[in-house]
């Protein structure tokens, strides 16, 4: 009776504490498991939907959050439910295990400061586990562990310490103990690579370098409203490149996403990031840059929250298609250094479009010097019609595969017909190569 009880005054305390802080506390990083969780439910799959391909993460809370979705409650009030109810579950194994029931009340108070679906359901279950191997079940308490490693990966530190106390049982309790310890965090690892590879696993887990999230009081969020304008006003399939990515991502789905944070994937900010990915839509913080100097000419503000604003591409992009070459640009000197292995551009080009051009190299060394990048695109009378010159540092360069991104206007009066794109390499003024490497088309 007095255990039930106590359940009872930890559930009250979340029920009770996440609506009074709640709305003040809720980590942002939320909202990137919602959008996890609804799209797990909508039969997208265990993705968020990245431009740079699809990202998994750890399944077991999106899984319960999707479950509920599928019910019919909204993924906030999901995770509040869920953040109660084994915030409560934890606080009781911490209980019994120390046999201090104040020590629970504490745990359950704790968790309301942001609280994490991921990181409450791997705590409950790293308790549960170590109260289940402390009354010698160790296969259920290593199917414990293994079920809070879904969860969230710090569960294989307790792991690691529970195997050892496993270990102090005996040889039977060890082996019981790290079979199903092992085999459920592998086995549904290599099933989410096989589904979504090449995937790549990431942690939306709460920031814990702020203290908090703090919403606004008189209304939502600057990102929260970039992204339901975003909803309200661009297609489903709009390219998004964003800063405060999670709350912009989850009101703005299923349009793919790139997080310019890096919190939720990998992402390299250098002079290439827009003609890179060429996204349709950039949110970027005031006073912030992305690094390219014609990103004025091709993209327009088009709206404003607070310090976010979004800017809409004006400009068709042309597309990156692949013709395969393979110049060694330091033959003249009898080296290897420096190697163009293929160029991408579009094989048809639109008057007025902004022509992306790709350049794929293989490099054993980083130019020492700046490099010197001309580019030309010549009619079939052979006088150029559009051209561009890039210069790019010593810091810019990397070993080994790396590609260079370069972008021109085609003028409206291009004539329509072939079109041969001219490269010429220079460095510290020595002429590395001049040649064509690509034919393409002028089409209406």
């Known amino acids: 009776m007095r255990i039930l009880s106590n359940f009872f005054v930890y559930l009250l305390i979340g ?38 391909g699809d990202v998994t993460t750890f399944p077991l809370a999106p ?21 109660t109810l084994v915030a409560a579950c934890g606080a009781l194994c911490l209980a019994l295990w120390l046999s201090k ?42 199917a414990c562990i293994g079920l809070a490693m879904l969860s969230a990966p ?34 549904t690892g290599l099933i989410m690579q096989i589904a979504y590879a090449p995937s790549h696993i990431a942690l939306p887990l709460p920031n814990w370098t702020r203290p908090a999230y703090h919403a606004d009081l008189d209304e939502p969020p600057d990102a929260q409203q ?76 088009v709206y404003q929250s607070g310090a976010l604003r979004a800017y809409q591409r004006m400009v068709n992009w042309s597309a990156l298609d692949d013709h395969g070459v393979d110049v060694n640009l330091s033959a003249r000197f009898n080296r290897q250094d420096m190697r163009l292995v293929n160029v991408g551009i579009g094989r048809e080009l639109r008057r007025g479009d902004w022509v992306r051009v790709r350049l794929d190299w293989q490099l054993a060394f980083v130019p020492r010097q700046t490099v010197e990048i001309r580019l030309n695109l010549l009619n079939a009378s052979g006088l150029p019609v559009a051209g561009v010159i890039d210069r790019l540092p010593p810091e810019l360069w990397q070993v080994g595969a790396f590609s260079t991104y370069h972008a021109m206007p085609l003028p409206a009066d291009t004539p329509e017909g072939e079109l041969r794109l001219f490269l010429s390499v220079d460095v510290n003024a020595a002429a590395l190569v001049d040649l064509q490497v690509a034919s393409v088309r002028c089409v209406p």
């Open 101 to 142: 029931p104040l020590l629970g009340a504490l745990y359950a108070a704790l968790l309301l400061v942001q609280p994490s679906p991921m990181l409450t359901v791997m705590l409950a279950l790293c308790l549960l586990g170590l109260l289940l191997l402390r009354d010698g079940k160790a296969r259920f308490a290593g």
């Open 63 to 83: 899984t319960l959050l999707a479950a509920l979705y599928r019910l019919g409650v909204a993924p906030s009030f999901g995770s509040y439910l869920l953040n």
């Open 15 to 52: 029920a009770i504490g996440a609506p009074l802080v709640g709305n003040l506390y809720e980590p942002e990083a939320n909202y990137a498991l919602y959008r996890f969780a609804v799209n797990l439910a909508k039969g997208r799959g265990l993705l968020y939907g990245a431009l740079t």
């Open 226 to 301: 970039v992204g339901m304008w975003l909803a309200e006003n661009t297609a489903p399939d709009t390219r998004i490149i964003a800063n405060d990515a999670p709350l912009i991502g989850y009101y703005a789905m299923p349009r793919p996403l790139l997080d310019l944070d890096g919190q939720l994937m990998p992402v390299r900010r250098d002079r290439f990031l827009i003609l890179r990915y060429a996204p349709d839509v950039v949110v970027l913080r005031a006073d912030e840059s992305v690094g390219w100097e014609d990103f004025a000419k091709t993209y327009a503000q």
């Open 154 to 187: 710090y569960a294989a530190l307790v792991a690691l310490a529970l195997a050892f106390v496993a270990a102090a049982q005996g040889w039977p309790a060890w082996r019981r103990f790290v079979a199903p310890a092992a085999l459920l965090p592998l086995g």
